[in-house]
């Protein structure tokens, strides 16, 4: 099983900027996609962006001209970058991998925007 650990999540105010880092290990590794959800109480995670093994990245019309998705060489950690920040996109947010064998969660980072 792929192990995921997140950092990066902090207060920030709005139109402030702030990325986040996710590092996957295993075992034993296979590139995946990974990318990131996030949850608000009494919600339902929510897709923010993901990016494939072939760097394809796509991204929740919400956050779109706003973040950017990115990964290693070795696709075993992936950044968010978040530019812009709103009020709303305070959230948990939460790497995933995915692959053919099935997924994993990261513990979850709390980002809270606000001044």
């Known amino acids: 099983q792929v192990q995921l650990v997140e950092s990066g999540g902090i207060l920030v105010q709005p139109g402030g900027s702030l990325s986040l880092s996710c590092a996957a290990s295993?075992?034993?590794?296979?590139?995946?996609?990974m990318g990131w959800y996030r949850q608000t109480p009494g919600n339902q995670r929510a897709l923010v962006a993901h990016?494939?093994?072939?760097?394809?990245?796509n991204y929740a019309d919400s956050v779109k001209g706003r973040f950017t998705i990115s990964r290693d060489a070795a696709h075993k950690t992936v950044w968010l970058q978040m530019n812009s920040l709103k009020p709303e996109d305070t959230a948990v947010y939460y790497c995933?991998?995915?692959?053919?064998?099935?997924?994993?969660w990261g513990q979850g980072t709390q980002v809270t925007v606000s001044s």
């Open positions: 995933f991998y995915r692959d053919f064998a099935g997924e994993s």
């Open positions: 990016i494939t093994v072939g760097d394809k990245s």
């Open positions: 295993a075992s034993v590794f296979s590139p995946g996609t």
